[in-house]
Nanobody, 128 residues
Framework: QVQLVESGGGLVQAGGSLRLSCAAS?????????????VAWFRQAPGTEREFVAAVSWNGGMTYYADSVKGRFTISRDNAKNTVYLQMNSLKPEDTAVYYC????????????????WGQGTQVTVSS
């Protein structure tokens, strides 16, 4: 079984920062296998569809961002720790959502249908 567990969410004032973590575990998901997966962050606010936030390639060499977070968020990974991070700076109230991490090997990084594994999500709330 493969598990992705997000952490680091919380309540922060506008302009503040948070760092989310996504830790992968599972008998068949050792560091060498995790390193073959692209990992992304998505978010979903109440009443909206899940939307792409950021993604990182298997070795961290390529990163992708939604226009709404470009310049404010940074995605990175540590394959030795089976962990992906999302550093979020200059947070805005419109960033409020449940944030999910997901892993995939193929297809467009921005499409939810291409992801094989999902975490349960962590709530991020930004107050104005």
């Amino acid at each position: 079984q493969v598990q992705l567990v997000e952490s680091g969410g919380g309540l922060v004032q506008a302009g503040g920062s948070l760092r989310l973590s996504c830790a992968a575990s599972g008998r068949s998901f050792g560091s060498s296998i995790f390193g073959s997966y692209r990992v992304a962050w998505f978010r979903q606010a109440p009443g909206t569809e899940r939307e792409f936030v950021a993604a990182v390639s298997w070795n961290g060499g390529m990163t992708y961002y939604a226009d709404s977070v470009k310049g404010r968020f940074t995605i990175s990974r540590d394959n030795a720790k089976n962990t992906v991070y999302l550093q979020m700076n200059s947070l805005k109230p419109e960033d409020t959502a449940v944030y999910y991490c997901a892993a995939s090997r193929l297809g467009s990084v921005r499409e939810t249908n291409n992801y094989d594994y999902w975490g349960q999500g962590t709530q991020v709330t930004v107050s104005s």
